[in-house]
Antibody
Framework: EVQLVESGGGLVQPGGSLRLSCVASGFTFSSNWMTWVRQAPGKGLEWVANINQDGSDTNYVDSVKGRFIISRDNAKNSLHLQMNSLRVGDTAVYYC??????????????WGQGTLVTVSS | DIQMTQSPSTLSASVGDRVTITCRASQSISTWLAWYQQKPGKAPNLLIYKASSLKSGVPSRFSGSGSGTEFTLTISSLQPDDFATYYCQHYISYPLTFGGGTKVEIK
């Protein structure tokens, strides 16, 4: 059974940092692109960043470029999102998700339960 | 950036109704479109990918169609478990973007 379990969320002041993690099981983690998607309270879904199988290709939404870094550790079946210079507007539930296919079809067939990041003073 | 516009934003329907949700892209995305269902407090659940491919295990009452800039998600006979919010998402180019969502409510 495919499982994605996020951790690392919490309350942080504006300008602060957090590192989110997502541990995968039930599939060959190194075979799939992985993604972070966020959802602000009461709002819709926003794609944040993704990373290819070996970590050599990463992409970001403009609003987080230069502040967030996506990475992965295939030996530990884990995905990470280092979030720096956090803003109030980054407040959201952050989901990690797996690409549906191994060939770059960037729809997402499995999602974690989400971890809440709250940026507030 | 490609904008995804869903309509309607809210839809009231009864069990057994045929329901259609529309998603329009601001430029052609071929068939690089997915549909998700989300219930309150839960992660999204993939229903359709590549515009019309049904994810394994998703009931056959869900179907997707379209190409280019106009797409539809159809629920052939609405069931109690289908009351939720539905999102479309393109994945032809970065940034990948979602539609604003369509909430399907009980009439």
């Amino acid at each position: 059974e495919v499982q994605l379990v996020e951790s690392g969320g919490g309350l942080v002041q504006p300008g602060g940092s957090l590192r989110l993690s997502c541990v995968a099981s039930g599939f060959t983690f190194s075979s799939n692109w992985m993604t972070w998607v966020r959802q602000a309270p009461g709002k819709g879904l926003e794609w944040v960043a993704n990373i290819n199988q070996d970590g050599s290709d990463t992409n970001y939404v403009d609003s987080v470029k230069g502040r967030f870094i996506i990475s992965r550790d295939n030996a530990k079946n884990s995905l990470h999102l280092q979030m720096n210079s956090l803003r109030v507007g980054d407040t959201a539930v952050y989901y990690c998700a797996r690409d549906t296919t191994k060939s770059g079809d960037h729809s997402y067939d499995y999602w974690g339960q989400g971890t809440l990041v709250t940026v507030s003073s | 950036d490609i904008q995804m516009t869903q309509s309607p934003s809210t839809l009231s329907a009864s069990v057994g109704d045929r329901v259609t949700i529309t998603c329009r892209a601001s430029q052609s995305i071929s068939t690089w479109l997915a549909w998700y269902q989300q219930k309150p407090g839960k992660a999204p659940n993939l229903l359709i990918y590549k515009a019309s491919s049904l994810k394994s295990g998703v009931p056959s009452r869900f179907s997707g169609s379209g190409s280019g800039t106009e797409f539809t998600l159809t629920i052939s006979s609405l069931q109690p478990d289908d009351f939720a919010t539905y999102y479309c998402q393109h994945y032809i180019s970065y940034p990948l973007t979602f539609g604003g969502g369509t909430k399907v409510e009980i009439k």
